[in-house]
């Protein structure tokens, strides 16, 4: 049986970075950019004003105030065809380009404006450059703005709009279907019968993907019958991803290894030394066409189980599969609040909340009382979980120990 950080490192070995794209720009955000960008031309692509007032030639003002025949008025989105001679000030917008033969630009705050004329008192010496954002001072005409592997995030977004991007080659988001198994599910809204339960699973496993920012597909729930599920099983497989909830355990009809296996499904894994989830298991699809083989994650039925094995394996599978190559368990420290009694050989996850409320030091980590697997009410208040190693014995209050966030 595979220890967690062998299981990692299979999985993320198979993970890598899906075909690369193109997508509206609008479509892009927050994804990873799969081509290098250079900027088209200059920013700002003239000498521009960064005030509202009047631009100068700077040697016109040598004292505290002076008069200026009022040229003309450039507004943003303008230009001027004139060059300013001495003793002239243009009247200014901000973002408006400067007019030949200006070089600084004084506030409308310290101006005057009457009959075609304009006072200005600045109240210090207006300097060459003041309030002026020279041609290129952003960036320059084939400079290296952003390189593949940057994530797309809004201010990236603005600066590929603004150098002319309407569509951009991306790392697309993985494509996830969800496939509940086991005779003895009915979906929510459902009155379970005797011996049924309701289908949790999917919709806990469809929100984790929500807020990674996918768009799952949750298949119908199929029942425990060879036929029947090789056909759910294999729709499936048409996806990045494919998330089997139930059916990966030793009872008799744990039916979904022995039929994934039929669908060309090559096993990588099965069971890993963890508590809850040790019966995981995981495998690799066929090729499909320029796409890799599907990831297959065979999570057990009871929901702490499927909780700890997606944010455990599936999120960064994900991660790895959307681009981001240093994908990890995102493991943090913390200090436990109380004494924690541990006996188990399998290294252990146990639902555990953190406190926000620590200034100085690592935060505190508080364990959950739970009555097992099974127990959704005790994942519905958690934070995250708390990583004991295998062995037996009390982790004393104050502490330092993993905890693994669920988001």
């Not at 016109?60 to 025949?69: L, N, Y």
Request: hydrophobic share 45%; aromatic share 4%.
């Amino acid at each position: 049986m595979l220890t967690v950080d062998e299981a990692m490192a299979l999985v993320l070995k198979r993970a890598s970075p899906l075909p690369s794209t193109g997508l509206a720009l609008m479509d892009a955000a927050r994804l990873v950019l799969a081509e290098d960008v250079a900027a088209d031309a200059d920013q700002p692509p003239f000498d521009k004003s960064l005030m509202d007032g009047y631009a100068i030639r700077a040697a016109d003002m040598p004292g505290s105030a002076s008069r200026f025949r009022l040229a003309e008025t450039i507004h943003a989105g303008e230009s001027s065809a004139r060059t300013l001679g001495p003793g002239e000030a243009a009247a200014i917008m901000t973002g408006a380009p400067m007019p030949a033969g200006a070089d600084a630009v004084v506030i409308v705050e310290h101006a005057e404006e009457s009959d075609g004329e304009v006072t200005l008192h600045p109240p210090a010496a207006v300097k060459v450059g003041q309030h002026i954002l020279p041609q290129g001072r952003v960036y320059r005409r084939g400079d290296e703005l952003l390189k593949a592997g940057n994530e797309l995030t809004p201010a990236r977004i603005g600066l590929l709009a603004a150098v002319g991007y309407a569509t951009v080659r991306v790392i697309p988001r993985p494509e996830l279907t969800i496939v509940p198994t086991g005779d003895e599910l009915v979906e929510p809204g459902e009155i379970p019968a005797p011996g049924q339960i309701r289908n949790s699973n999917a919709a806990m496993l469809a929100a984790l993907a929500i807020d990674r920012g996918l768009a799952p597909r949750i298949r119908p729930i199929a029942p425990d019958e060879p036929k029947a599920l090789a056909a759910a099983l294999a729709t499936g497989l048409e996806s990045d991803v494919l998330l089997v909830t139930g059916g990966v355990s030793a009872g008799r009809r744990d039916l979904v290894p022995g039929v994934l296996e039929s669908l060309g499904v090559r096993q990588v894994f099965h069971r890993v030394r963890m508590k809850p989830g040790k019966p995981l298991w995981f495998g690799v699809g066929p090729t499909r066409g320029s796409r890799p083989g599907t990831l297959v994650f065979g999570l057990p039925g009871n929901p702490l189980s499927g909780l700890l094995g997606f944010v455990l394996f599936v999120a960064p599978a994900l991660e790895r599969l959307a681009g981001r190559p240093h994908a990890t368990r995102g493991m943090i420290s913390g200090r436990l609040a109380r004494d924690c009694n541990h006996r188990s050989d399998l290294e252990t996850y146990r639902l555990a909340t953190r406190s926000s409320s620590v200034v100085e030091g690592p935060f505190e980590v508080d364990i959950l009382d739970s009555i097992g697997s099974a127990d959704v009410l005790a994942a519905a208040t958690a934070d995250g979980f708390a990583v004991f190693s295998p062995g037996d014995r009390v982790f004393a209050r104050g502490e330092i120990v993993r905890f693994l966030p669920m988001r």
